[in-house]
């Protein structure tokens, strides 16, 4: 696979999903193809504390996670004036097809269903970023958290 053009390898992509590996895996792919500012949260509640502290161009988010699900947190961003137009990519599995109809009418970009082609996480990330009107900003909501 060759290399992303450079407007593109600098952005900043926030990987969210509560299993390691999964993280490690699109960590890797989306470095294989030239990103090079990826952070990873843990779980959602992670994710809204590295979107108030830093600005990301793109948002790879796990549906199913303790704290704070994938839903939510795209329901916070596209309540931030700042974050409306962030794009954001769900990712769910495909025996849960009836969650992506809920995470389009929250707004979301776009999905990916695991099992997945590492090229498509890679072209899904390219495409949005290359149609994205949004400027990076930090979330600048306060949420509360469930317990």
């Known amino acids: 696979m060759s290399n992303i053009s450079s407007p593109f390898a600098d952005k900043r992509i926030l990987i969210v999903d509560d299993q390691g590996s999964i993280r490690s895996v699109f960590k890797m792919i989306l470095q294989e ?19 108030k502290s830093t600005a990301y161009d793109l948002v790879i988010c796990d549906w199913n996670m303790p704290k704070m699900s994938g839903v939510e947190v795209l329901r916070t961003i596209r309540e931030c004036e ?43 990330a390219v495409e949005l970023l290359a149609q994205s009107k949004h400027i990076p900003a930090k979330l600048n909501v306060r949420v509360a958290m469930q317990n």
């Open 33 to 51: 193809v030239g990103f090079e500012n990826i952070d990873s949260a843990t779980d959602g509640a992670d994710a809204i504390e590295f979107l």
């Open 82 to 124: 700042q974050t409306e137009k962030l794009p954001f990519m769900m990712v769910t599995s495909a025996s849960e097809v009836a969650k992506v109809r809920t995470a389009m009418v929250e707004g979301v970009s776009d999905y990916l269903i695991k099992p997945f082609q590492p090229a498509s996480l890679s072209k899904k």
